[in-house]
């Protein structure tokens, strides 16, 4: 990609609905080829420097828009869409398409786009992923690539993490889509099919990553034989009316947190379910499951193997199960029957934890999303084990899901024929991004320097002792007029420090999967002088704290990291979200030896002398501190990587799979 871009778009070429197939016939040296031909990189855009003469060229095209009447303008972005139809997208084009659009943004939304910005737009559009700092525009950035695509008659794809992001940034956009004559929409988990189809038929589509997956699954049952090869290019052509498809093909997609995305949400594959209605006897089979399970004991009769989310009967358990269901008739005297649903009442009991995995609100139990800490109503658990959950729990039970069609995210999103992604924290992830996705990773540099200052972390030897630590700094940083983000892994901790909080009269807001209602309300709060804001992992993604003036004055936002995280990605993203765009700010870890993943993932002789020098006063370094999290976090995003290629090679237990919730019709 030297002079040129090629692009996909529907047509008698490649049909209505064009994707990208996969070839499992390649071998290992054909896909690295192919690899290196569709994502190799422009020597211009190997770095912001190289980038320099482009932007000259773009600034020269925009000064010469400036001085055209409205008629003459018209008439310019009619002859670039004209030049954009074509098979490729030339240097030329595209510099003329991003003055335009510039100019375009300055008028209509009083934004001016930075260089950074038009480089790191030039990247999405030649199909890589780039990282991108917190708080430097990425939302706006992507209306660069989409503009262009969109002009020269590609389904533009805007893919993000959740629904308040997809219609914030849909309608913050909307006007310079519509100073283009370009339509834009939006596609939601509650609307209707006609909806939907409305939103995919319109230029610029915005939807999150699991409903793209969720109406790509449907289309393709749905059309069965007719989605590809020459009947389904044909079908138009024929007398009888297409298939009323809900999307237009896989031609361009930009994913917006695309670490979460990606690589986060990608250890389980999204499956298409139908629905069956619940009975008596449904509820009596996770109940006598629970009953048995709860009389054994571990080691003995069982073992947890809690980084597969598995229970394993040992040869005594399976003899103790035997006798103690001997007198049950029915699919009780058939084993594998037996001991599956024995160990599903195991997982249940011991492996999935209230307000940690899961949340029980409104009589129902909702998973949490352990990337984002939202609760996902639409996601269930399969073969009875989301209805154990129920029964446990004493909730009603909802229907069984049947899986009908499966998919991982990495098959799917390998399908467009132009991908492209942008996040804050990629840098970790570039290698197993370039291996499975093809494009590359760029940085693209601030446009100010950081002002963000890391305070040293701290141990402490209790989860008591953290938290009285904590109020301490809280009432420390409101009397100087700080605001402060306060950050968790989990619900439960959340809660636990909002206690604190609330017994020592210190105001401040929850934001977490049990209380994401008024998200955005409670984002625009954060930055007040005083301001204290607990938040699970959600305040990570796509949010915008701007603190106040009189804040900015006093430090910035102050950011305490309260839990180890699975991925150091997750660390940065939080600490993120003080010092934006140059203003001062801060953040500090802040840990307990009772932390989760401490005691699980840390050797018992080293988690030991940690503790005695913490016991001892002997505060670990900086360094030992950065060693520490870097060992545990190593170990747990091993083990994730692990479980994505084993969902990538169709490998993954199905009893432990989630789907998203919805009929097939």
């Known amino acids: 990609m030297t002079s040129s871009l090629s692009i996909a778009r529907p047509g008698v070429r490649l049909g209505t609905r064009p994707e990208r197939s996969e070839n499992a016939n390649f071998d290992k040296l054909d896909k690295l080829c192919s690899r290196w031909i569709h994502h190799r990189i422009d020597p211009q855009l190997r770095s912001f420097r190289a980038f320099q003469d482009r932007i000259r060229d773009i600034d020269e095209v925009e000064e010469n828009y400036k001085s055209l009447d409205l008629a003459s303008r018209n008439s310019m972005l009619i002859e670039i869409k004209d030049a954009l139809s074509n098979q490729q997208l030339t240097k030329s084009d595209i510099v003329r398409a991003f003055a335009l659009i510039r100019f375009a943004m300055e008028q209509t939304l009083n934004i001016r786009l930075y260089d950074q910005q038009l480089y790191a737009g030039w990247c999405l559009l030649a199909g890589h992923f780039i990282e991108m700092q917190t708080g430097e525009g990425k939302t706006v950035t992507a209306a660069l690539p989409a503009t262009v695509m969109a002009l020269a ?42 909806m939907r189809r409305a939103g995919y038929a319109c230029d610029i589509t915005y ?59 990608a250890r389980t594959p999204l499956i298409l379910a139908e629905s069956t209605s619940a009975d008596d006897t449904a509820k009596a089979e996770a109940a006598v499951a629970l009953a048995v399970a709860r009389n054994l004991e571990e080691s003995s009769h069982y073992i947890l193997e809690s980084d597969i989310g598995r229970a394993r009967l040992t040869d005594t358990g399976k003899l103790v199960v035997r006798e103690r269901t001997a007198q049950l008739v029915g699919s009780w005297q058939l084993e594998r029957f037996l001991f599956e649903r024995i160990c599903q009442a195991l997982v249940a009991l011991h492996l999935y934890r209230r307000d940690i995995d899961y949340l029980v609100q409104d009589d129902r139990v909702d998973l949490i999303d352990q990337s984002t800490g939202r609760a996902t109503p639409q996601r269930r658990l ?48 570039r290698k197993e991004l370039r291996q499975v996705y093809g494009p590359h990773v760029l940085s693209i540099p601030s446009v100010r320097p950081t002002a963000r200052r890391a305070l040293p972390p ?39 420090v909002s206690g604190v909080l609330r017994q020592s009269g210190v105001e401040h807001t929850v934001l ?38 009189t804040v900015i004055t006093a430090g910035g936002l102050h950011v305490i990291n309260l839990e180890i995280n699975d991925s150091r990605r997750v660390d940065r993203q939080l600490h993120g979200r003080a010092a934006r765009q140059g203003e001062p700010g801060s953040y500090r870890d802040l840990f307990s030896l009772d932390d989760e993943l401490l005691r699980k993932e840390l050797n018992p002789m080293f988690l030991g002398v940690l503790s005695w020098r913490v016991q001892t006063g002997q505060r670990p370094t900086s360094f030992g501190v950065a060693a520490l999290l870097q060992y545990v976090q190593k170990k747990v995003e091993q083990r994730h990587c692990h479980e994505r290629v084993a969902v990538f090679t169709g490998q993954t237990q199905l009893q432990r799979t989630l789907a998203v919730g919805g009929c097939s019709e």
Not at 409 to 424: D, I, N, P
Not at 471 to 476: D, H, T, Y
Not at 526 to 534: D, F, P, S, Y
């Open 458 to 496: 701290l141990i402490t030897m209790s989860r008591e002792v953290q938290l009285m630590t904590l109020l301490k700094q809280v009432v420390q940083l409101q009397a100087a007029g700080r605001a402060v983000l306060i950050g968790t892994r989990t619900v439960k901790l959340s809660e636990q």
């Open 153 to 194: 008659g590609v389904p533009v794809h805007v893919v993000t993490t959740n629904e308040y992001l997809v219609t914030r940034d849909s309608s913050s956009l909307a006007p310079v889509f519509r100073w283009f004559g370009l339509s834009s929409g939006v596609v939601l988990s509650s609307q209707e099919d006609t």
């Open 382 to 429: 399969q073969h009875g084990l989301h209805q154990i959950l129920e029964v446990k729990e004493r909730c009603s039970l909802s229907d069984e899901s049947n899986p009908v069609s499966a998919i991982s995210f990495q098959r799917y999103f390998a399908r467009y024929y132009r991908l492209s992604g942008m996040s804050g924290t990629l840098r970790e992830a």
């Open 512 to 549: 977490n999967a049990r209380q994401d209602i008024d998200e955005a309300s409670a984002v625009a709060q954060a930055g007040l002088a005083g301001q204290v804001t607990v938040a699970t992992n959600m305040a990570g993604r796509g949010t915008d704290i701007k603190p106040a003036q």
């Open 207 to 265: 939807a999150t990553h699991q409903q793209v997956v969720f109406d790509y699954l449907r289309d393709v049952r749905m059309m069965g034989p007719f989605r590809n090869g020459i009947v389904g290019r044909l079908r138009p052509l024929l007398e009888e009316a297409p298939l009323p498809a809900l999307q237009r093909g896989l031609c361009f997609a930009i994913i917006d947190e695309a670490d979460s995305v990606l690589i986060d949400d």
